[in-house]
């Protein structure tokens, strides 16, 4: 099989395969991609201590969309691929089913330690289901794994490692909406690995897990700081019938849905507008820039990511969408800088990330702003915490009410109302959000150690994995 290689040069790759190895498949695949060199190396690394993965599963199923699906704000959470990360699930963005819609999917409510597979767009993503999420529900686009005789998380962990991911990509069928079906994933070749070293994998996962629940919480503490500043820790939005405007406000606003001048927006902006030191909109503190379309035809399988609105999350910057170097070069003038914050206006609006470091090359979406301080009297982290939390967001959903496509304007988003809190409750907030993403890092860096251990493991023996994993566990302690 031959497959010309795709950097413009004369160079070919090509693999040679018997013809019984090839008709041996059910498909009989004949597409060089999947005897590319790449995944017939990654398979001869630990093809003979293996089993297929259907020896360590009892049910496979994928999930499906309720016919007619109106989510509501709360419920049952649904998760669809943007949550399902490597080796975690993501709450940002989450979509719910009321409990009637559940009960009709309920083959795929999820069932704690069930082991979860994307299997279109952003494929090859694996987690386990924790204790949060047992009940949940998964759309058509990922599936679930009930396991046996082998430690979920060192299963999940083996199929996010290059050998896992190796053969999502391998087993990926169809052109418009490339997938995976369930005949192709129960032939995964899954090595067959020492329990103890399967179990210490697992502990790796875990302790990530309850570091990403400390973070959580202490981001939750930062968020509880800013409301109780301004007396709204248990303020909750009520939707009113009936209020009275004057056709003065309403001339001056240029709107005339009832929606916007709902009391609950009032609440927000009064309490924001009596803050002690004082507020500010947010144009007269950043400069905001706008991101730049590409085009779908410029996405190409690897290279400089392509950040959009599904990618951004008030804790992470995902990667799914790629484009050339030559495209970069064009459009470079977008590339973020560090301590600038990326705020969404489209889709799902009022998402932000700060860049507290020197970010690798990345250009972000139309539907992305870059925001850059121009102001002493507020730091980065409060703000980036103001604009994540229900302040903002009210303000949102104020702006953009009753839109089909969400889409928050530059001027509304220029005119958000930010709270100034003196100096010292500002810091005590920046504290918070800093310790937060140290957690969130940490964890971070635990699954990928997981998965570099995985890979040690079977390129070398597990003692050589656990030893290597000791040294980086003993290392991070140092730092």
């Known amino acids: 099989m031959i497959d010309a290689a795709l950097d413009g040069h004369a160079n070919v790759q090509f693999s040679i395969v018997n013809f019984s190895e ?47 699906a109106v989510y509501p704000e709360e419920g049952v959470p649904f998760l669809r691929v ?11 963005g989450m979509k719910y089913l009321s409990p009637s819609q559940n009960q009709k999917i309920i083959r795929s409510q999820l069932k704690k330690d069930d ?61 418009t909406r490339p997938a995976l079906d369930y005949s192709a994933i129960k032939t995964f070749l899954i090595p067959d690995l020492d329990r103890v070293f399967q179990e210490t994998i697992g502990l790796c996962c875990s302790q990530a897990e309850e570091l990403r629940k400390d973070s959580k919480a202490c981001y939750n503490q930062a968020q509880t700081l800013l409301l109780a500043e301004l007396g709204l820790v248990n303020w909750q939005p009520k939707q009113q019938l009936t209020f009275v405007k004057t056709f003065l406000t309403l001339s001056l606003l240029e709107r005339i849905d009832a929606d916007y001048f709902q009391p609950k927006y009032d609440d927000i902006v009064n309490a924001i507008k009596n803050c002690a030191d004082g507020y500010d909109t947010l144009e007269n503190m950043v400069t905001l820039k706008k991101g730049v379309e590409v085009g779908s035809k410029a996405y190409i399988e690897s290279g400089i990511p392509f950040v959009r609105v599904s990618n951004l999350s008030p ?30 206006k489209d889709a799902t609006p009022g998402i932000a990330y700060y860049l507290r470091e020197t970010p690798d090359k990345m250009i972000p979406a139309g539907g992305i702003l870059r925001l850059k301080s121009k102001i002493d009297k507020i730091n980065n982290e409060y703000l980036t915490l103001v604009l994540n939390s229900i302040l903002t967001q009210e303000q949102v959903n104020r702006d953009v ?4 496509i969400l889409h928050w304007r530059p001027d509304q988003v220029a005119g958000t109302v930010i709270p100034i809190l003196p100096q010292e409750k500002q810091v005590a907030i920046q504290e918070k959000a800093i310790e937060s993403s140290r957690l969130r890092k940490h964890a971070k860096d635990l699954l990928e150690h997981a998965k570099r251990a995985v890979e040690i493991a079977i390129e070398q023996d597990e003692q050589a994995a656990i030893d290597w994993l000791e040294s980086q566990t003993h290392e991070q302690v140092i730092r």
């Open 82 to 92: 943007q949550n399902i990360m490597p080796n975690y699930i993501s709450g940002t």
């Open 315 to 344: 804790f992470e910057i995902t990667q799914e969408k790629y484009i050339s170097e030559e495209l970069y070069a064009a459009v470079k003038e977008h590339q973020p800088k560090r301590g600038e914050i990326l705020l969404s």
């Open 115 to 175: 082991v979860l597979l994307t299997i279109t767009g952003s494929y090859g993503k694996s987690a386990v289901v924790t204790d949060e999420y047992v009940g949940a529900n998964i759309n058509q686009h990922s599936v679930k794994m009930t396991v046996k005789n082998i430690v979920p998380y060192f299963l999940s962990t083996f199929l996010n490692c290059k050998y896992g991911y190796s053969q999502s990509t391998r087993h990926i069928v169809g052109i």
């Open 401 to 404: 009410g009753g839109s089909v």
């Open 22 to 68: 090839v008709n041996s498949h059910r498909d009989t695949r004949l597409d060089a991609t999947h005897y590319h060199p790449l995944h017939l190396k990654n398979l001869s690394n630990f093809k003979e201590q293996t089993q297929p993965l259907s020896e360590y599963i009892t049910h496979i199923s994928g999930g499906a969309t309720p016919l007619g």
